[in-house]
Structures are given as structure tokens and as C-alpha cells.
């Protein structure tokens, strides 16, 4: 047989530590190596279950002096190896609740009033209305409170009566032997379904439960500037909470419909402006569309496919500044025309022969290259 490790050396701390300390190792090695993170490796079995063998005697103040006295000949049989768990007394729900959020089979059940549960609804907006601002009602259907009884659950409104197994907290404890020696665990009230409360005559609406479905009309403001997968909280518009706890609150998910002409970047606008090559070659006065209509803008003489220009302050408000919005920017399109009769081709023809490399830097720029790399 293998020569058992030093206790403390098993938890990683020093022969003076505290019990606190102690405690604190042992939360951090039986994490480590707990089976239900290590399914199938038998190292990290082993190591665990001799954690708990070391966690074992060095919390118990009259084994820890005996083994500090002794070594492993002064606690035979009060170990892991051999141990009946005597002694071994501890809430396995409270030990393992930081590992697994609040102990083994889920989370402990509390007694008092609970906070109800939270909605989520999906709402659909035009792209002007998310850039403005707009009311909308909007129906959910949800568990609420039963009207007949109040959320009583009983037939004639009376407070239902205190269970007499839990004594109103809705859980029991029960003791086991398990490998960890006697563990106290708590599970809901058997009697009352962990409600800790009896409904001896119940309410013929909601048949004891205090709650039905039911719809609801709400109307929701939306700010101006919204934008795409953003939330609206509207407070104490969820579920009822438990015991007289407060309601949960409903959260408005909202989404965003396409537009035909714009595109959106948090707060500036985007969209595409096709001009004819006299407009870009002389410079004119076009129509440019924003979300506030149509803008004059001076386009400048030679612009060039695809220049980018901006006109401040005709983007999407701000949701959290009072008037101030973004910028609209627009890429221009260069339409080249089709269809030429004979007269418009000579026109070009003639103008074409009428430039020089001075008119196009960018094809002399490009040939200017080519010849370089060829040399």
C-alpha cells in the first residue's frame, strides 16, 4: 500500500493554519478534482477522496491534535480509510454551493417572498420609427395574479393555512450517511410542494395555485435612436412573485426592419447617390436623401466613383442626448449612359479627343507604373 501524504501537504497549507484556512483549502482541492468534473479520471478520484480524508481530521479539533501529535498512527480509523463518519457532520449543500450554484440536484430552495420571473418580448420597428421615436401598444399573455381569489388560491379569500411539517419554510432536512459521513440535506416540503402553505378549500378559478394565464395590453414609448437588439425595460410588467413577492419586470427586444435607401452605423446613415458623368465632371447642385427628406448639396467639379462625402448633424438622434444627432454620409454612383445616338457619340468622341493626360491623372498614374515595372 502507498504511504498516505501529510494531511496538510494534501491541502496545500501550512501546520498552524487556521480553521478557516483549513476549510477554505479544502473547498479549493475538492473543486479541483470533485468527480463531477472529472468524470472517468481515476487520478483526480483518488485525490479528491483524499481530500476528503485530510478534510476529515483536520477539521476536527480533537483528531488534528492527535494527528499533529502522532502522524497517521494517532487517527487509524477515523480517516476516510476505514472512518464510519462519525463526527463527520456538515451541510453538503453549503459546502458545494459555490461549485455547482447553490448545491447538488440545483439551487437551495429560500424561504420568504420571491421576486417573480422576467419576460422577454420581441418587437418588430420600422427604420424611421426606431430613428424618431414611436408609441406602440403591444399584448402579452402571462401568468398573473387570479382575479377570483386575489392570488389567495382559496375559495373564499381567506389566507391559506401554515403546512405543519415545515412549519411554513417550505423545506425539510433530512439526514444521511453518505461517503462524506452524515450529511444534512434540504429538499421542498413534501406536504405543501415546498410552498409552505395548505389550500384545504381552493379557489375554483385557478384551482389553488393564485395565478392564471391572462393577457395584457401595454403601451411602450420608444426613444428616438434605438437601434438594432436593444432592450426596453418596462418594470413590475412580469410575473407575480412568490409569497408576496414583487413582480419581475419585461424586457422589449428590439429589431430593426431593413430600408430600402438607407443603411445605419450606430447614429450616422449611410445610402448611395447615382450621378451622371457631367455632374461629376462639372460640379452640380444634386438632391441628396436623408431621413429628414431630401438635402441641396454642391457636389464639387471632378468628382471622382464612389467618393464619399458627409452632411453633419442628418444622421440618428441620440438616445441619451438631447439634440444631438449623427451624420449622414453618401457614396456617389457614376452612371455611365447607354443608348448613345449618332450625334451624342460624336459629341464624345470629340470631346475625348479633345483631353489629355493632364484630364486623367489616375490613367496616367496607372500606365506610368506598368511601363516602370516592364523596364
Do not use: W
Not at 13 to 21: C, I, R, T, W, Y
Not at 141 to 164: A, I, M, N, R
Not at 221 to 244: F, N
Request: one cysteine or more; proline letters at 5%; glycine letters at 12%.
Amino acid at each position: 500500500m502507498a504511504e498516505k501524504r501529510d494531511y496538510y501537504e494534501v491541502l496545500g497549507v501550512s501546520k498552524g493554519a487556521s480553521d478557516d484556512e483549513i476549510k477554505k483549502a479544502y473547498r479549493k482541492v475538492a473543486k479541483q478534482y470533485h468527480p463531477d468534473l472529472n468524470q472517468g479520471n481515476k487520478d483526480a478520484e483518488g485525490k479528491f477522496k483524499e481530500a476528503n480524508e485530510a478534510y476529515a481530521v483536520l477539521s476536527d479539533a480533537d483528531k488534528r491534535s492527535k494527528y499533529d501529535q502522532f502522524g497517521h498512527a494517532g487517527v487509524d480509523g477515523q480517516g476516510f480509510g476505514g472512518f464510519d463518519g462519525s463526527g463527520f457532520n456538515f451541510d453538503i449543500e453549503d459546502l458545494f454551493g459555490s461549485f455547482f450554484g447553490g448545491g447538488f440536484g440545483g439551487s437551495r430552495r429560500r424561504a420568504g417572498p420571491q421576486r417573480g420571473a422576467n419576460l422577454k418580448y420581441r418587437m418588430n420597428l420600422d427604420f424611421m420609427e426606431a430613428a424618431f421615436g414611436v408609441e406602440r401598444m403591444i399584448n402579452i399573455t402571462k401568468e398573473d395574479l387570479c382575479d377570483t381569489c386575489q392570488g389567495t388560491g382559496t375559495k373564499d379569500g381567506s389566507q391559506p393555512e401554515k403546512c405543519s411539517q415545515c412549519q411554513g419554510t417550505g423545506q425539510v432536512t433530512a439526514r444521511q450517511q453518505t461517503m462524506f459521513g452524515n450529511v444534512m440535506t434540504q429538499r421542498p416540503c413534501p406536504t405543501c410542494n415546498g410552498r409552505g402553505t395548505i389550500i384545504k378549500n381552493p379557489c375554483n378559478d385557478c384551482h389553488g395555485a393564485g395565478r392564471r394565464q391572462k393577457a395584457k395590453n401595454l403601451s411602450v414609448k420608444v426613444p428616438a435612436g434605438i437601434d438594432d437588439g436593444q432592450m426596453l425595460t418596462l418594470r413590475g410588467e412580469g410575473e407575480p412573485g412568490s409569497t408576496g413577492g414583487p413582480y419581475g419586470d419585461l424586457y422589449v427586444e428590439v429589431h430593426i426592419r431593413p430600408h430600402p435607401v438607407f443603411q445605419r452605423d450606430g447614429y450616422h446613415t449611410y445610402c448611395e447617390v447615382p450621378v451622371t458623368f457631367p455632374q461629376a465632371a462639372l460640379g452640380a447642385e444634386i438632391d441628396v436623401p436623408t431621413i429628414d427628406g431630401n438635402q441641396k448639396f454642391s457636389l464639387k467639379e471632378g468628382t471622382q466613383p464612389n467618393e464619399m462625402f458627409t452632411i453633419r448633424g442628418k444622421g440618428i438622434p441620440h438616445i441619451d442626448r438631447t439634440n444631438t444627432r449623427g451624420d449622414h454620409k453618401f457614396r456617389v454612383i457614376l452612371e455611365v449612359p447607354r443608348h448613345l445616338d449618332a450625334k451624342q457619340k460624336e459629341i464624345l468622341q470629340q470631346f475625348s479627343e479633345s483631353t489629355n493626360r493632364k484630364n486623367y491623372q489616375k490613367v496616367d498614374s496607372f500606365f506610368a507604373k506598368i511601363k516602370d515595372l516592364f523596364k
